[in-house]
């Protein structure tokens, strides 16, 4: 017995409630509107049609993935990153928005290990061979693309490091890069007195 039939017997139309049905129909409405608009912002390539063997049509959308993580600095400061391919919008009015994206941040965590930055990324679902990855002096950028998943995150470094010495490894989904600092000599130049 459907909740509605149930209600309607326990409470009879006319009681403080009202119509029911009424509630009930607004509410449907309510639902088709809010997820009519929600479809409008969803990227293509993040909904998928499958066919049913009674010849039914079922959407499955997705993966939506948000979270942050949170560590603290050398100065006690907190850092937050957030990761995943939906961020959420706040808006002067109503409820928060969300953003998708073409592409998922992967989860990151960079540490300073005093002589080297310590880089590590969680890329699920993707192979060694499918990862790419860019050093600069002040920056590492991870791009992966594997079956319609797609990785990217450019991360700032907070020292300076040396790129051409960096080393990875790729096991179980999880990205280590080690990243070498460069090692500061003492500016200006000795003058020899004569």
């Given amino acids: 017995m459907a909740f509605d039939d149930w209600f309607k017997k326990r409470f009879p139309e006319g009681w403080w409630f009202g119509d029911i049905d009424k509630i009930f129909r607004e509410l449907d409405k309510e639902f088709e509107r809010e997820f009519k608009e929600m479809q409008q912002g969803v990227p293509k390539d993040m909904v998928r049609e499958q066919r049913l063997p009674d010849g039914t049509i079922r959407k499955e959308w997705g993966p939506f993935i948000y979270g942050y993580s949170m560590t603290f600095g050398p100065d006690g400061k907190p850092i937050i990153r957030e990761f995943g391919n939906v961020r959420p919008r706040l808006q002067r009015q109503g409820p ?32 060694k061979q499918d990862i790419k990855l860019t050093a600069t002096e002040s920056s590492l950028t991870i791009s992966a693309e594997r079956d319609g998943s797609r990785f990217h995150k450019e991360i700032e470094l907070p020292a300076e490091v040396e790129p051409t010495e960096a080393k990875s490894t790729f096991r179980n989904g999880i990205l280590d890069v080690k990243l070498k600092k460069v090692e500061r000599k003492p500016k200006g130049h000795e003058i020899r007195v004569e």
């Fill in 96 to 127: 928060p928005k969300l953003e998708f994206k073409g592409v998922r941040e992967p989860l990151v965590d960079v540490m300073d290990e005093g002589d080297s930055i310590h880089v590590i990324a969680e890329l699920p679902g993707v192979e």
